[in-house]
């Protein structure tokens, strides 16, 4: 099956610093990889998403990269704000009996401090 | 408003007492699954299901029931609960079939069992 891995556990930035997080897949099949958001006390929400026929995809201060060939895919988080704070999942999907089963990575914790 | 409900939204509860968490989707989805997020572990799927009277297991299904009487329901059972599933649990929905789409999460559904 599919295994997704995501670094780092935890990252903690200045207000205003940019935030990378990166995830790598072992399934070449996986062609979704959507990240979500969870804040204290919710459910994960998506925050972005990229199919793997583009190679990188921008909503105004997060973006997506894709490499297909490398296997990986990261987040870019600019400029900061501590409203950012949460843990971020990414998931790889493929195509499974009919359905799209996405495989999880572990969660980033990250911090923006004010 | 779009969203999954689950129930209750805190339980504590002690070995072997039965026990069922409700979800509800609004948005007409097929597939709805369940995941357990526990520390430095990330979402693991314990069952998911593509539609009505269609469900698998997922990564961690032992201990876990689930059905799917009806499109906008999917129960989680726990027969007989143990300590090792005191955990955080959300549910969520997906449309679009094999359509390559993010999922909607609930709020969770945090499980203490003594």
């Known amino acids: 099956g599919e295994n997704v891995e995501q670094h780092p556990s935890t990252l903690s930035v200045q207000e205003g610093d940019s935030a990378v997080i990166k995830c790598t897949y072992s399934d070449s099949a996986s062609n979704y990889f959507p990240w979500y958001k969870q804040e204290l006390g919710k459910g994960p929400q998506l925050i972005i998403d990229i199919r793997s026929n583009v190679g990188e995809k921008k909503d105004q201060r997060i973006a997506v990269t894709l490499n297909k060939t490398a296997k990986h895919f990261s987040l870019h988080i600019t400029e900061t704000q501590p409203e950012d704070s949460a843990v971020y999942f990414c998931a790889a999907s493929m195509k499974s009996g009919g359905s799209y089963i996405p495989t999880f990575g572990r969660g980033t914790s990250l911090i923006v401090h004010p | 408003e779009a969203q999954v409900t689950q129930n209750p939204r805190y339980l504590i509860t002690v070995t072997g007492k039965k026990l069922t968490v409700t979800c509800s989707q609004n948005?007409?989805?097929?597939?709805m699954s369940w995941y357990r997020q526990d520390p430095g572990l990330g979402l693991r799927q314990i069952y998911y299901?593509?539609?009505?009277?269609?469900?698998d297991k997922g990564d961690v299904p032992e201990g876990y029931k689930v059905s799917r009487k009806e499109k906008r329901n999917f129960p989680l059972i726990l027969e007989s609960p143990s300590p090792n599933q005191t955990s955080l649990y959300f549910c969520a929905s997906r449309g679009g079939g094999t359509a390559r789409q993010p999922q909607h999460f609930g709020d969770g559904t945090r499980l203490s069992i003594l």
């Open positions: 948005m007409n989805h097929e597939y």
């Open positions: 299901s593509m539609n009505v009277e269609v469900t």
